[in-house]
């Protein structure tokens, strides 16, 4: 009977072993989120985000959006939504706000986020449903989720005098263009938006026409 006992303890402890480096494996994959540059400048312009930065700041963001609106959003998964939301850039890479193949970019994001579901060290087993839900908008938190992930990018380009703006040529209709769907999700946020909109344009950050 003790020599069975040991026999398992030694077992569960192989069993043990190879489950973190499994996972060791997976959080590595995870890791190269951060090698993925965005065009977004930070600290004032001093460098670009990378998207784990950028997820990161997200799901802070939406945290505290959160707690300042006070409408019984589910936190916990609020903050899950915006920390899976760009796990597709690890294969697919960042697509700017801009660019004229934004629309493809979903597709490609997926297949990413596929391959960090199906890894062997992966025990989040929800990982593709929660990407679809924050991607397709099917619930209040994604649809809060996607009002702050526009907001942020807009707030570094007002910290950096429009520094993205003006590496890229954008003009203030495309912007409004990107940001309109903001009036209705929450109309207090695309008023702000809109004051700030102005001073940029005001203070030549950002091309009226």
């Keep these: 009977m003790a020599f069975n006992l040991l026999i398992f303890q030694k077992l569960w402890r192989i069993s043990v072993s190879e489950r973190i480096s499994e996972i060791t494996g997976f959080l590595l994959q995870l890791d190269a989120l951060k090698s993925v540059n965005r065009r977004t400048y930070i600290n004032g312009g001093e460098r670009v985000e990378n998207s784990a930065e950028h997820s990161w700041h997200l799901a802070m963001a939406c ?3 959160a707690e300042l609106l006070q409408e019984d959003y589910d936190v916990a998964r609020l903050i899950k939504l915006a920390l899976i939301h760009d796990l597709g ?23 990413g986020v596929e391959k960090i579901a199906a890894h062997p060290g ?13 991607e397709l ?11 702050i992930d526009r907001l942020l990018p807009f707030l570094h380009n007002i910290t ?30 695309y008023e702000w938006f809109l004051s700030k909109l102005d001073d940029a344009v005001e203070q030549g950050w950002l091309a009226d026409t």
């Design 160 to 189: 950096s005098e429009g520094r993205a703006w003006r590496d890229n040529g954008i003009r203030k209709e495309q912007v409004l263009k990107m940001h309109q769907f903001i009036e209705t999700e929450n109309p207090e946020i």
């Design 137 to 147: 908008g099917q619930s209040r938190e994604a649809n809060l989720l996607k009002v």
């Design 89 to 111: 850039e690890i294969e697919a890479g960042d697509t700017f706000l801009y660019s004229a193949n934004r629309r493809d970019a979903p597709i490609e994001e997926r297949k």
């Design 122 to 134: 992966n025990p989040i087993k929800n990982i593709l449903p929660l990407w679809d839900e924050q």
């Design 63 to 65: 945290w505290a959006f």
